[in-house]
């Protein structure tokens, strides 16, 4: 098949990963950058001399030989260039959180439909050689109806950002959003057969007293319909990067770890321990994991649907979910009690 054409908004550090992605893809080409300085701009053009490199991302979207664009912007922008893409009559892979508020989410979803274009959202550890494999042993029923999960997250503290944006609360919506956002969707993943999350129970604290609002550490409990529940813990004030996540059913459990100096590392330490209810076993996982080896097939996986028309690894639904929880999180945070999540049905 002829190889699905990119156009790429966003040039810094994640974008560039971004880029590095769609070059290597073996049925991807990248045609197209838009970045927003000078220097990002020079740096686009001398790494990808081929592709056409502007400042205005309106101009990207004007030209008619690109067929999908990956947006890779700070949240606050996310609606705006999004909205943009889409009415351009382009396919859309859209950086997570999908939005910062769920009536961004919604108006999203609706042109997408309207549109007939796809929206596919950026949650690539749905991607992982091991995430993925956990999944798939629960849905083999590997541990018997799952009952409980534990996403945990212990690292460095955030990046700034460009600008400073990430450490603005105003263009960051918040931190919960930032990046536990990508462990409750997988809570809601492998509990998936368990139900729907209904409510949740969270709390927070912050080692800046200026900014009590962007949380260093941050903890919720999440209840589903059908009387499973999760845990998704992080903090920011530890070093490197060490994601853990384990999960029992009512026959076994599973046990999985990740481990980098940082959380863009190519040479990280992994395993997968699995529980039967007879024995422990270690489970080979076949290639590398980490979020830039899930990116490298997340831009493989888009346009794969846009060639073959095969379902995507996380829509625009699940990508609103994503939101609905961690905003329900926040509140709760806030209020201090537990919060009810805003479910997709209840869009109007």
Not at 52 to 72: E, F, I, K, M, P
Request: charged content about 25%; proline content about 4%; overall charge negative.
């Amino acid at each position: 098949m002829e190889k699905v054409k990119y156009g790429l908004i966003g040039f810094g550090a994640w974008g560039q990963h971004h880029a590095d992605a769609i070059a290597k893809a073996k049925n991807a080409e990248l045609v197209a950058v838009a970045a927003r300085s000078d220097a990002s701009v020079q740096a686009a053009r001398d790494a990808y001399p081929d592709a056409a490199v502007t400042n205005d991302y309106r101009t990207l979207l004007q030209r008619d030989d690109l067929d999908v664009v990956d947006v890779v912007v700070p949240s606050y922008l996310h609606h705006e260039v999004a909205t943009a893409v889409l009415n351009s009559g382009k396919h859309l892979l859209l950086e997570k959180p999908m939005g910062i508020s769920l009536a961004e989410c919604d108006a999203m979803i609706t042109l997408a439909r309207q549109k007939e274009r796809l929206l596919c959202v950026g949650h690539e550890l749905r991607l992982s050689s091991m995430w993925g494999k956990a999944k798939q042993m629960i849905d083999e029923g590997y541990i018997g109806s799952p009952q409980y999960c534990l996403v945990e997250l212990s690292r460095n503290p955030y990046r700034l950002g460009a600008d400073g944006w990430r450490y603005d609360i105003q263009r960051v919506g918040n931190w919960i959003l930032e990046e536990p956002i990508h462990f409750f969707d997988l809570a809601r993943w492998y509990l998936q057969s368990a139900g729907e999350p209904e409510r949740i129970y969270a709390t927070a604290n912050s080692r800046k007293p200026d900014h009590p609002e962007l949380q260093d550490n941050f903890s919720a409990i999440m209840h589903f319909t059908g009387n499973a529940y999760a845990v998704v813990s992080q903090t920011l004030s530890a070093f490197e990067h060490h994601q853990t996540v384990k999960i029992t059913g009512e026959k076994g459990a599973m046990w999985a770890s990740w481990s980098g100096a940082m959380d863009r590392t190519r040479h990280p330490t992994f395993s997968l321990r699995a529980f039967d209810g007879k024995e422990v076993v270690e489970v080979p996982i076949e290639k590398p994991t980490g979020e830039l080896f899930e990116l490298e097939d997340q831009i493989e996986r888009v346009a794969d649907a846009i060639q073959t028309g095969r379902p995507l690894h996380c829509t625009a639904e699940d990508g609103r979910w994503s939101v609905a929880m961690c905003l329900a999180a926040t509140a709760s945070v806030k209020s201090g009690a537990p919060e009810p999540i805003d479910r997709i049905e209840a869009r109007g």
